[in-house]
């Protein structure tokens, strides 16, 4: 198994930019988590789908985040414009509901906004 | 909401030193889980406790989860170098499924 897997693994772009993070998550996951993580703030879930669908989005920052799961193998956190202070690296995640919580990460996205 | 506090935010051992790290929810929560990150890389499941009063053991490590299911606590008999990274607890609340993780405590040993 490939484990979860993100793109790009690094990301440098400019003020006003749109950025769009992809995530493929662990085949037979059906829940799929997106994290932020900052010195300043920690671990933060941002959304999570069951299914496809959005269940929680409450951590999402503001309209400018968006994210979306059109089917059960990939996932984008899209951020239009982007800002310096949404730098930060973002992690997805996976698990299979009834197996365990345990959460599977993928390596992350590292995000500069400069 | 549900806020997971960790303590202490930083530790730094002498190799063959113990360590632990302290974690407490203001809410009863259904299970705590631990991860371990390494320097750049991502968090990595150690642990998932259920039950009230659970004590687990993995090598070196033990993990315990308190009789009212609000805090939980990692302890590392004679840290290794290769101990050196961020602990995390998170943990999930009666009702729902979304791990709240603490902030993390960032261990570093010195050889």
Known sequence: DAGVIQSPRHEVTEMGQEVTLRCKPISGHDYLFWYRQTMMRGLELLIYFNNNVPIDDSGMPEDRFSAKMPNASFSTLKIQPSEPRDSAVYFCASNRQGVSYEQYFGPGTRLTVT | ?111
Not at chain 2, 5 to 17: F, R
Not at chain 2, 48 to 61: A, T, Y
Request: net charge positive; glycine share 10%.
């Open chain 2, 1 to 111: 909401g549900q806020q997971v506090m960790q303590i202490p935010q930083y530790q730094h051992v002498q190799e063959g030193e113990d360590f632990t790290t302290y974690c407490n929810s203001s809410t009863t929560l259904s299970n705590i889980q631990w991860y371990k990150q390494r320097p750049g890389g991502h968090p990595v499941f150690l642990i998932q406790l259920v039950k009230s009063g659970e004590v687990k053991k993995q090598k070196r490590l033990t993990f315990q989860f308190g009789e009212a299911k609000k805090n939980s606590s990692l302890h590392i008999t004679a840290t290794q170098t290769t101990d050196v990274g961020t602990y995390f607890c998170a943990g999930i609340p009666n009702s729902g499924y979304a791990l709240n993780f603490g902030k993390g405590t960032s261990l570093l040993v010195t050889p």
